[in-house]
């Protein structure tokens, strides 16, 4: 009785992405947007306290973009755009690798995805959820993101364009959305480095704190296999762009509020006259 049960459990769990595809998306990538978020903050900063409203704008963010809108997107309006994806997909893997077409359509779904809708809905929608659940004002946001806007840019394209392709050349389209979701729980990660304590009294304007970080992140990525104490050299390599990319940001941070507040004053000089 017990066994046929959990055996029945199994399989619904089992065939829940295939028969609720929106549900399970959306649960799954809130889950997976906070979980990242935690790890960073536990694990390689090591706060002493948790920082709950900035886990909670991931979580959010989470719900909202990454799995109800990133659906919406990936697979209605997708399967709209690109007709001849359903039979793309519905042949062997071996005849996929020798459609021409097939490969047209899956370089034209990367493109509008990593050139289109990361750099323009994505990351707008990433700081504006941020600052709603941090109770800054949105123009704040609108500063972080210009500011910020290049190496956001760089630093997706590194993980989204192998990991777009792969999606769009073998999974089918219930799928997308939860592989997505596995795929960002590296990225959100690291987006959570990068951009998690910005606007926080936590965040050092040096960018110390974010290379330290970062010396983390990369010790437990790129640390050689037989558990030696030195870092390769693409370890190293990788520490040094980090270290810059923090100080850079840090530079980028000091201008964007100097910016905000500049307009803040105009506008508090407008009302005052």
């Known amino acids: 009785m017990a066994t046929a049960t959990i055996s029945r459990l199994v399989q619904r769990l089992r065939s829940a992405p295939q028969e609720h595809p929106f549900g399970f998306g959306v649960v799954f990538s809130t889950a997976k947007t906070s979980a990242a978020d935690a790890l960073v903050q536990v694990v390689v900063e090591q706060r002493e306290a948790f920082d709950w409203r900035r886990n909670l704008g991931f979580a959010a963010f989470g719900c909202l973009y990454l799995g109800g809108l990133q659906y919406a997107m990936f697979v209605p309006m997708f399967r709209r755009l690109f007709p001849y994806t359903d039979e793309f997909l519905a042949k062997p893997l071996r005849l996929r690798l020798a459609d021409t077409r097939g490969w047209k359509v899956v370089g034209q779904q990367v493109f509008v995805e990593q050139a289109l809708i990361n750099p323009y809905l ?152």
């Open 122 to 273: 994505y990351f707008p929608a990433f700081y504006a959820c941020k600052s709603l659940v941090a109770g800054e004002p949105l123009a704040e946001a609108r500063a972080r993101y210009i500011a910020n806007f290049r190496n956001d840019v760089l630093a997706c394209w590194a993980i989204g364009l192998p990991a777009s392709t792969i999606n769009y050349t073998l999974l089918p389209f219930w799928l997308r959305v939860p592989y997505i979701a596995c795929i960002s729980f590296f990225w959100t990660a690291v987006l959570s480095l990068m951009r998690g304590s910005e606007g926080s009294s936590a965040k050092d304007d040096s960018g110390a704190e974010a290379a330290e970080a970062g010396d983390s992140v990369v010790a437990a990525v790129c640390l050689p296999a037989s558990g030696g104490a030195r870092l390769g050299l693409g370890a190293l390599t990788a520490k040094q762009v980090w270290r810059v990319t923090a100080a850079v940001d840090a530079h980028q941070d000091v201008v964007a509020r100097t910016q905000v507040e500049a307009v803040q004053g105009s506008r508090g000089e407008r009302c005052a006259g």
